[in-house]
């Protein structure tokens, strides 16, 4: 619906090498995740789909929710290392260290979280294959 206004997104996102965020921000003056926590709330959503549409990239500032918010975070950055989808940049995204204290997680329970997400991913990918045919 915002054509116009993303064309000048991507290209800075080309030029710059900036996420996406950083570029609707400077474009923009929001985020995908400010205008989708608008939609969240016009739409009456409740307040633990609010805060994780919302604060999805920013996983310390909720207040409530914290929990699931880091764990849509912490989805969120291991898709996108995949190459799971398109988040609209090419930057790899980094799990905020908050979200790995607040799991406990350290590379060993990374490793073993990357690895099932790979297999139900691929089991998905082989499911909706399968549907296809």
């Not at 016009?42 to 909720?62: G, V």
């Not at 989808?85 to 060993?108: N, Q, T």
Request: include cysteine; proline fraction near 3%; charge should be negative.
């Amino acid at each position: 619906f915002f054509a116009d206004y993303y064309v000048s997104v991507f290209d800075l996102i080309k030029s710059e090498n900036k996420t996406i965020s950083q570029a609707e921000h400077d474009i923009l003056g929001l985020s995908h995740a400010d205008i989708g926590g608008c939609l969240a709330t016009e739409w009456s959503f409740s307040e633990n789909f609010l805060n994780s549409i919302l604060y999805h990239h920013d996983p310390e500032k909720p207040k409530r929710y914290q929990r699931l918010v880091c764990l849509v975070h912490l989805a969120n950055a291991i898709c996108r290392e995949m190459d799971y989808g398109s988040g609209g940049d090419a930057v790899p995204r980094e799990i905020d260290p908050f979200v790995l204290d607040h799991f406990s997680l350290g590379e060993k329970g990374l490793k073993i979280l990357r690895e099932e997400a790979k297999a139900e991913l691929d089991h998905a990918d082989s499911f909706l294959s399968a549907l296809k045919s």
